[in-house]
């Protein structure tokens, strides 16, 4: 670890550009409240200049003696921000800077002689320090603890805020490693093993690394919602008698991971705690004989006690949730997850107009990521002109069409054969789903992503719900959001399992596949065909561009994330990026990165 001068080193500052006053300048002090940009320590200066390859702030205790630093304190930020001035770096998340605020906390409590906070920049690839570690000033310790005490119940206009207290610590070192873990600053406590082993790697665990690519999950207004409503410290207690009550759920199909994870996960907990009287017993659309599109009217009769409302099955009925397949308008799964927690309410609303149910909670679609399975290479535009390519939705087939390619309907179990046969080029679906079918061995190729992590709702019939008592109730809400909870964890390996079994030997063996990530030119053009094609015909069956979904949730919600804005006409316009994870830059910059 490097000494350096503080006269000379740059400052670290906790701010976060959610209080930006409409405006893309980041080198404003911006103020959270009566939290406003604090100095906590010093980062010593590399030349002046963020480093290109450097993509990770990092924040943490450093054991001097050992020489190391400590794996347990060990905290990663993403997507850290210089300002243009070159003086100042600024933590650009709210979770972030409770989590900072917290560990200086117990840091200046506990720490022993030889060790010190550090800070510096971090090459996560690389995995390389480039020794810039500095030693924090023991004054910016005494201004956060200051600060922390803005965390009681203060409101401010960007959202409420509260310290994390004791027992829910206490609550989240209890189910450390495993699964019901929880994140409340410390990521290394959600590694472990999954309810079960397909919801994990190979060995069926969730580990570090991937839960380090997905800490814009952990630290997102919506986790903290989650852990809200799960009332983990404080659970409802069953103080009803009576009779065993059995929830029949339709899930999609008994296979995919969200059901899966209801099924080990939820139904078992929620058993338990209710000492054998609430029973969830999944099932699914198929072994019902149903084919999705009907859904929505199934659970409004009461057919189905309870079911998973799919906006691609639904949409022939409610064209405005198709808001969650709009493909091509994505750049990141960050992005997308920031546009999904903007738009979740506005969904809840179009489905409970239609069933007059209870939204239990939401399946997160990790690893929906949709690739191109093909017999030959594409890497570059002119490759998918004219290829003959399977889809399966209306959506998708528009965005296939903009690319200049030829989408044709083709069933899930018919796609390997059709491959085979050269009646299709290339098949497209979802990493894990591919692998399941055993694509690999007739295709050699595999390119994308086109982004994918969406969430539909799981929904419980009105009359069905009115026949379980209040404290059942509310035990099954508070099931419902510990295993929502469950899922997000889940989602940092399920989102990269499928990509890894196709293109390693441990997965496809001898038949693994070359992937093709997309270049630029194509992810652009994907942009590009989702403005000119995806958004402008589901534009047209919504029939109204002044329908809410469009004039709030898409433009007022969605746009200022991706930087799209749907025209009173039906056409699509390019506009600055103000919200979420690329605030500041332009769609082009968005994509490239």
């Known amino acids: 670890m490097k000494g350096i001068d503080p006269d000379t080193a740059y400052e ?3 701010a976060t550009l959610d209080a930006t006053p409409d405006s893309a300048d980041q080198d404003l002090a911006f103020s959270l409240g009566c939290i406003g940009p604090t100095q906590v320590g010093y980062l010593s200066p590399y030349s002046g200049e963020m480093l290109d390859y450097v993509d990770t702030f990092v924040f943490g205790i450093w054991d001097d003696a050992a020489g190391e630093y400590l794996a347990d304190h060990e905290h990663f930020y993403s997507s850290p921000v210089l300002t243009d001035d070159g003086l100042s770096i600024y933590i650009t998340n709210n979770a972030q800077l409770r989590q900072i605020i917290t560990t200086l906390t117990h840091a200046a409590e506990g720490m022993e002689p030889a060790q010190s906070l550090v800070s510096g920049m971090w090459d996560q690839d690389d995995d390389d320090d480039f020794g810039l570690w500095s030693e924090f000033d023991s004054a910016g310790i005494g201004d956060a603890l200051w600060y922390l005490g803005c965390f009681g119940d203060s409101q401010s206009a960007y959202g409420t805020y509260q310290a994390i207290p004791a027992n829910l610590w206490e609550y989240s070192a209890r189910h450390a490693g495993g699964p019901g873990a929880i994140y409340v600053g410390d990521l290394s406590q959600l590694a472990g093993p999954a309810p079960t082993w397909e919801l994990g790697d190979f060995d069926g665990n969730v580990p570090l690394d991937s839960l380090e690519r997905h800490l814009w999950i952990y630290e997102s207004p919506f986790y903290w919602e989650l852990i809200d409503k799960a009332n983990l410290t404080d659970p ?80 022939g009925e409610i064209p405005p949730i198709e808001i969650q397949n709009l493909w091509g308008i994505y ?7 920031a546009a999904a927690q903007a738009i979740i309410g506005d969904i809840e609303e179009l489905v409970l107009a239609e069933t007059g149910g209870v939204v239990m909670n939401h399946n997160w679609y990790a690893g929906n990521d949709q690739f191109f399975f093909c017999r030959e290479k594409i890497d570059t535009l002119d490759g998918f002109e004219g290829k003959k390519t399977r889809s399966h939705s209306a959506a998708l087939s528009d965005w296939i069409d903009g690319m200049g390619a030829r989408a044709q309907f083709v069933a899930f179990a018919e796609v390997y054969t059709a491959i085979e046969r050269s009646i299709l080029d290339c098949g497209v679906t979802g990493a894990d789903p591919g692998y399941g079918q055993r694509w690999y061995e007739v295709t050699d190729f595999l390119m994308g992503p086109l982004l994918s992590f969406p969430f539909n709702n799981n929904v419980i019939n009105a009359e069905k719900w009115a026949t379980i008592p209040e404290d059942l109730q509310q035990i099954i809400l508070e099931e419902a959001a510990k295993s929502e909870l469950e899922a997000l964890r889940l989602a940092s390996i399920q989102n990269e399992m499928g990509l890894i079994e196709l293109t390693t030997e441990f997965g496809a063996g001898r038949d693994r596949m070359e992937f093709i990530p997309f270049p630029y030119e194509i992810k652009y053009r994907g942009l590009d065909a989702a403005a000119e094609y995806v958004v402008p015909r589901w534009v047209n069956r919504v029939g109204d561009t002044r329908h809410p979904i469009i004039a709030n949730s898409f433009n007022n919600k969605i746009g200022p994330i991706v930087g799209l804005r749907i025209r009173t006409d039906g056409s699509v316009a390019k506009v600055p990026i103000t919200q979420g994870p690329y605030a500041g830059k332009t769609v082009e910059q968005a994509f490239a990165d």
Request: aromatic share 8%.
């Open 236 to 315: 409802a207690p069953m103080t009803s008698y009576g009779e065993t009550i059995t929830i029949r759920h339709a899930c999609i199909n008994r296979v995919l991971l969200p059901c899966v994870l209801l099924e080990t996960f939820f139904a078992p907990n929620l058993l338990e705690r209710t000492d054998g009287r609430l029973q969830f017993i999944t099932t699914s659309f198929p072994e019902l004989g149903l084919a999705g599109p009907d859904t929505l009217s199934l659970v409004a009769d009461g057919t189905l006690d309870s079911a998973t409302v799919y906006g691609g099955y639904v949409g």
């Open 331 to 337: 750049s990141s799964s960050e992005q997308e997850f």
């Open 12 to 14: 670290v500052r906790v």
